[in-house]
């Protein structure tokens, strides 16, 4: 009776452990979340879970996962963009632009210019926030305005279509490789190229230690100035990469695309367990909320809740996280407390 006892005692210490471990790790609850909204969606649609479907929401969560990266080193290091969407939508248009009178430029051309341009509109924020000294939400917010405005400027208020774009460059998100399509590739290359720069190279590190502690990453040497430029200048990057791919994946450029995007952006990383603080989270995370907020996108029509409760819910469920990172962050820097009273 006794060795039973202890066996029961061992293995219920073993499930305490292993549940520690899984609610410790964001990624781990949010797929457990993830798992469990989908049991009676599934119930209810069982062709949610088809290859098609699951095809069509990986598509969907490509762009967003690459502006949320963007979004999240920016996020790391204790700061918000909110210029997100002007800079899709600037360099969405440029690339469209440039498609529509040239047809022989290279489909990869374009996507450098788009490219190109974001990290120039990245660098001009990064500046203002390194070296002029201006907080990170109000010069992101004055020049959210500005390169809408020029958005407005270059297109002098007028639309590119579909019929005005070559085949090739809206066709090229949709070719696929190895069963796989572009646009997911491409997604998957800047997610593997991003998570090595961030876990594995210094600079990636001295994100971390300014978003943690900037004033104790000083002291040993982290110059802040150029981490808070640099991170302004990823992000602007990958937004402008995100814009061109928009362009391309939805045969359009219009002058209000990506209005809003900021908010979906900071969601993912939000659900992710990104620290809105700074200083702590991953870039699996992000992908994760990505996909989480994808999947919710694709769910809630088959529940038939129509667009303005699927806004509802997303915020909802942002401000939950946001709650829940809040109380984790607390619980943690009470232990640490209470560790150095200890000792």
Known sequence: MGEIQLKNTRDGNILQRVSKVLLARREASLVILLAVILVPIVFRSPQFLSFTNIDRIINDI???????????FVILSNGIDLSVGSIIAFSGMASGMLNEAYPQVPVFFLLLLGTGLGAVMGAVNGALVA????????????????????????SKGTWVTAHEMTPNFIGFPRQSFLGISALIWMALIVIVVTYYFSRFTRSGREIYAIGGNATAAKFVGVNEKRIRFMVFVISGTLFGFAGSLWTARYASAVNEMATGFEMQAVAACVLGGVNFAGGAGAIPGVVLGALFLGVLNNALPVVYL?????????????????????????????????????R
């Open 131 to 154: 070296y002029g000294k201006i907080p990170p939400i109000i010069t992101t917010l004055g020049t959210m305005s500005i390169y809408r405005g020029l958005t407005f400027v270059l």
């Open 62 to 72: 490509s762009i967003l996962s690459i502006v949320a990266i963007g979004e999240f």
């Open 306 to 342: 129509s667009s303005f409760y699927q806004t509802l819910v997303q915020g909802m469920i942002v401000l939950l996280a946001l709650v829940i990172n809040t109380v984790v962050d607390q619980r943690k820097t009470r232990k640490l407390l209470e560790q150095r009273r200890a």
